[in-house]
């Protein structure tokens, strides 16, 4: 169980880096890392490290692209993007995401079925 | 298309490793310099910052190994490691990996090489175009009938039936052999030929390298005067002279134009191919029309055609089988008095080549198949000994974190390296092995020569050496890595540690070893005693001194009976004159020298009840004095005398087992009997000769009768064999035979020259092949099961070193150390040995079929083995003995 509840982990934290991107467009890793914390309502509590190993399988699957660049502060840091697959990916995984919990939330609706 | 765009990446990430390394550590320091400066907005301090920053990016260790093996391909990656790894390890002890290697080498190239005989002989397609369609179809004896042999040969009516009514062949050839002598163009010579029907080179599919075949109207009697060369004629006698098309040459004293010549190496068909009841030559050298008339059956024309055929693409040697099983119901309704004379049995070719090879071949695959088991255990052996030296290493690594299947798949590397080397020294074995194989082998062994190092057997080779590298690597690597963690790291532990389970297993191996040689060596032992009681048995004739050689009359030249008795005569005469030989004499065939006919009897004191259960006999030839020359003894009533001729009363003389078969109880002599056929007289039993061994030493010899070749036979008499016994030795005389034939007919080249010694010697080759092989690898078993021995028991010995020390400081004697020792040894072998017994007796009787005069379970072999493994054993307890025995307590005691 552990194993799939990676997979899972693995598939939602892409879906996230993705929408942050679309969000704040171009971002570092530490950035990214950050505003995903923030917009979990800081109830993800991840290692940042973590986020790097995703960032790779999503530059080798095509969906951003890297280039260094200079922060705010002058700092030297290797900013990601959207490219335009990764744009139409992360449409069409909000929508598979939105259908799932629709389909999900009315099994669990107080309307279906019985008890409680 | 995403994932494949990533693994592709994967594979590019596998170069440019340090690149990534550095990029990724700048991109790790510029987070945590973002995230410092972050915090120190916050208000932190500069060392709070950093510390709250590196405690919340995780172990940049870990994440770092985590990008890696995103960015590449980790298996791979830590596959080269290991293989590197493993080079290291195996280069610091050349010594260890040289007899690793080496007697992996010994298991791996004779598996090999035994393999790539099985693969010439039982795997590889044979050299004719879609030959899974080529059969044979043989007739086979009515049940019951014995006559030693089970494939028959067709009769000409029954042929001509086949190939008119078949719709299962796409091509049918009948054929038989038969010998010409090629005058005319150099010395005369005598020559193997095939006289073959228009349909045998179509069925056989292969084409010629010059001109063509014969067409079916070359195939008529009266315009089958052309003939087919074999290549190695061609090259021999013309010279290989591409102009020999349309050529005339000198047969038998006929002319014949050549039509074509066959590409090299086809000299089909091989006498060692073909069935036992037809006389074939060791290879054709030339192909003639068989030219059947298409008239009416002659009464008691013989049945001497082997037919081959061809069936149609994607009919099934099974269809055609049915089609012959019907057809011959119809023959049999056409001729009701043959009958059961009409089944047949349909061999594919591949089968018919193998012959009889197939199952001594399994038995030599499986003897070396145990040499190899006994090399891998050795191996083993030597490897749980290193693998305990690395214990510390291993239990510090794996308390570091390192993955312990990781660890032994790096074990399991370093075995499959060392198998691989042993692998690739075992192959050049190999082709050693095969190129004296081909050399030294029986000439008996089909395709032979075809044997190679082709794909199938480097793939075997490969796959022997992969599955020894898992077999002997897989148990030391588990047994190594075992983890007894505070054992191990102790200092003060002892430095030669190991559990017990390590040591039975290694006791183990050794007595598995010593079973598995025990039953390799009695196998031997059983072959070899095959082998002499074979050689040491009666065969009804004395060989030694004996000359034989054939004599073949062209039929244009001696027309009648008178001519050709009136020729051997003549020669008997000569040669009886010479001053070397002692005694001359005429047959059909000699001993050893090919089959002879056979027919059913006409025995008027005792008609047949049952007119399918005729008594049958083998029917030959022979001159006055032949017996005398081949040595058989006459038991009862006279030999054959010059004034038993055509015109004189008709005689016979039987052997032994006719008389006890038909006459039981009686006395043969002055009896009658005859071929069945009313055209040939019944003639008086004269005389009884011991029976004699035709075909191989072992035969029961089966009834035989013996006709004067000067009164009426049907057998041709155009060709006989000679024997000359001499006084000197017999190749000596061969010289003055020649000249002797060639002054009453200088035409008249003479034949298979060959001292009968020779024959019979040619007749037990398989059985000295294998008796030579299975010794070979018991030998090898035995040399590695008692190396084997000789390490497991020193090894033991070393490790009870501290032991050994405090029994001779109490008192011990040397001696009881000596006995000690010999003792482990002697026991883990007799443990062996007995294993190896019930294993023997188990198996028994798969060997029985390969046995003569000698049981599988012969008690006094299985002692003989049983002794002689101990007392190797023991041999090889020795030097680990007189070491221990030589321990200075002193030193033992302080020995860690």
């Known amino acids: 169980m552990a194993r799939s509840k990676n997979d899972v982990w693995q598939g939602t934290l892409a879906l996230m880096i993705l929408k942050t991107l679309e969000a704040l467009g171009p971002l570092h890793g530490y950035g990214i890392a950050r505003r995903i914390e923030q917009t979990s309502g800081n109830r993800l509590a991840v290692n940042y490290g973590t986020i790097y190993p995703a960032l790779i399988k999503l530059e080798q699957e095509g969906y951003i692209a890297s280039e260094w660049g200079q922060s705010n502060n002058n700092r030297r840091a290797k900013y990601y993007k959207l490219t335009r697959a990764g744009t139409k990916q992360v449409q069409k995984e909000a929508r598979d995401w939105e259908q799932a919990t629709a389909i999900v939330a009315r099994f669990l609706s107080p309307e279906s079925g019985s008890s409680s | 298309m995403r994932s494949l765009r990533a693994f592709l990446l994967r594979i590019a990430g596998l170069f440019g490793g340090r690149r990534h390394d550095r990029e990724l550590t700048e991109e790790f320091e510029s987070h945590l310099e973002l995230h410092i400066e972050d915090n120190l907005r916050d208000g932190m301090s500069p060392v709070e910052a950093r510390r709250q920053a590196v405690l919340k990016f995780g172990g940049m260790e870990a994440a770092k190994a985590s990008c890696r093996d995103r960015r590449g391909l980790p298996f791979l990656e830590t596959l080269t490691q290991d293989i590197r790894f493993a080079l290291r390890i195996l280069r610091k002890n050349p010594g260890f990996v040289a007899i690793a290697v080496l007697t992996l080498a010994l298991g791996i190239g004779a598996s ?129 002279d591409p102009a020999i098309l349309g050529r005339s040459l000198e047969l038998n004293g006929d002319a014949y134009t050549v039509l074509g010549v066959m590409p090299a190496g086809f000299v089909f068909p091989r006498a060692q191919e073909m069935p036992g009841s037809f006389t074939f030559a060791r290879e054709v050298q030339l192909w003639i029309p068989l030219a059947l008339s298409r008239g009416a059956l002659i009464p008691a024309e013989p049945s001497e055609l082997a037919v081959v055929g061809r069936l149609k693409a994607g009919i099934a040697v099974a269809q055609g089988q049915a089609e012959m099983d019907v057809l011959g119901q119809r023959l049999q309704a056409q001729f ?104 030294l082998g029986p000439a008996s062994i089909p395709r032979l020569s075809e044997t190679t190092l082709d794909f199938r057997v480097l793939g075997f080779a490969l796959g022997v050496s992969l599955f020894s590298g898992v077999c002997f690597g897989l148990a030391p690597a588990i047994a190594g890595t075992r983890e007894n963690l505070i054992e191990s790291l102790k200092e003060g532990g002892p430095r030669s540690g190991e559990s017990q389970a390590t040591t039975k297993l290694r006791n183990a191996l050794l007595v598995s070893e010593v079973a598995l040689a025990f039953v390799l060596v009695i196998a031997a032992g059983l072959l070899a005693q095959t082998f002499f009681h074979l050689l040491s048995v009666d065969p009804g004739f004395h060989p030694a001194h004996v000359l034989t050689f054939e004599l073949s009359l062209p039929a244009s030249k001696y027309t009648n009976q008178d001519q050709i008795v009136g020729l051997y005569q003549s020669a008997l005469q000569k040669l009886r004159a010479l001053p070397g030989v002692e005694s001359a004499g005429i047959t059909e065939t000699v001993p050893m020298g090919g089959a002879t006919e056979s027919t059913a009897l006409r025995i008027p004191a005792h008609p047949a009840a049952d007119p399918n259960d005729r008594p049958y006999s083998n029917y030959t030839m022979a001159s006055p004095g032949y017996f005398v020359a081949v040595g058989t003894p006459l038991l009862r009533g ?258 860690e």
Request: aromatic share 8%; charged share 15%.
């Open chain 2, 336 to 439: 009701p008095q043959a009958k059961g004379w009409f089944t047949s049995r349909v061999t594919p070719m591949a089968r018919q080549l193998a012959g009889e090879t197939r199952r001594p071949l399994l038995l030599i695959l499986g003897a070396v198949g145990i040499v190899l088991l006994i090399a891998c255990s050795n191996v083993a052996s030597l490897l749980l000994t290193r693998s305990l030296g690395r214990k510390r290493e291993f239990t510090l690594r794996a308390a570091l974190g390192a993955d312990k299947r990781r660890l032994i798949r790096q074990l399991l590397t370093e075995s499959l390296l060392l198998a691989s080397f042993g692998g690739l020294l075992g192959t050049l074995l190999t082709a050693a092995a095969i190129h004296f194989m081909k050399i």
């Open chain 2, 112 to 240: 090999t090489a035994v393999f790539s005989l099985v693969n010439a002989v039982l795997l590889k397609p044979l050299p004719y175009p879609n030959s899974g369609q080529i059969v044979f179809p043989w007739r086979q004896a009515p049940p019951g009938l014995n006559l030693g042999y089970n494939d028959l040969p067709w009769g000409r009516i029954e042929f001509l039936f086949l190939s008119r009514e078949s719709q299962t062949f796409e091509a049918l050839g009948a054929f038989k052999s038969d010998s010409f002598n090629l005058t005319g163009s150099g010395d005369p010579a005598r020559l193997d030929g095939l006289r073959a029907s228009a349909g045998f080179f179509p069925a056989l599919g292969v084409s010629p390298l010059l001109g063509r075949t014969f067409t079916a109207d070359e195939d008529q009697p009266g315009h089958e005067h052309s003939v087919v060369l074999g290549y190695q004629l061609w090259r021999d006698r013309f010279g290989g």
């Open chain 2, 638 to 895: 006279r030999d054959f005398l010059e004034s038993d001729t055509a015109d004189s009363m008709p005689v016979t003389i039987i052997n032994s087992a006719m008389a006890k078969k038909y006459w039981p109880g009686e006395d043969p002599i002055g009896k009658q009997v005859g071929p069945l056929s009313r055209l040939y007289p019944v003639a008086t039993v004269i005389g009884i000769v011991a029976d004699t061994k035709r075909l191989s030493l072992r035969e029961e010899p089966p009834p035989e009768m013996y006709v004067p070749y000067t009164q009426k036979v049907w057998p041709s008499l155009l060709t006989m064999d000679v024997v000359l016994r001499t006084k000197v030795d017999p190749v000596s005389a061969a010289a003055a035979a020649r000249e002797t034939i060639h002054s009453v007919d200088p035409d008249l080249p003479l034949a298979n020259i060959a001292t009968l010694e020779t024959l019979v010697d040619g007749s037990m080759t398989q059985q000295r092949f294998a008796m030579f092989v299975l010794g070979a690898f018991g030998a090898l078993a035995l040399l590695l099961a008692s190396i084997g021995m000789y390490g497991v028991i020193s090894y033991s010995t070393m490790q009870r070193t501290q032991e050994i020390g405090i029994r001779m400081a109490l008192g011990a004697q040397r001696r009881s150390v000596v006995a000690m020792v010999l003792g482990h040894g002697g026991r883990l072998a007799s443990l062996g040995i007995a294993i190896g017994l019930i294993a023997a007796l188990a198996m028994g009787h798969t060997m029985a079929s390969f046995l003569y005069g000698v049981r599988p379970t012969d008690p006094l072999t299985l002692a003989a083995v049983s002794l002689l493994l101990l007392t190797v054993a023991l041999v090889a307890c020795y030097v680990p003995a007189r070491r221990a025995m030589r321990t200075d307590p002193v030193i033992a005691l302080r020995y």
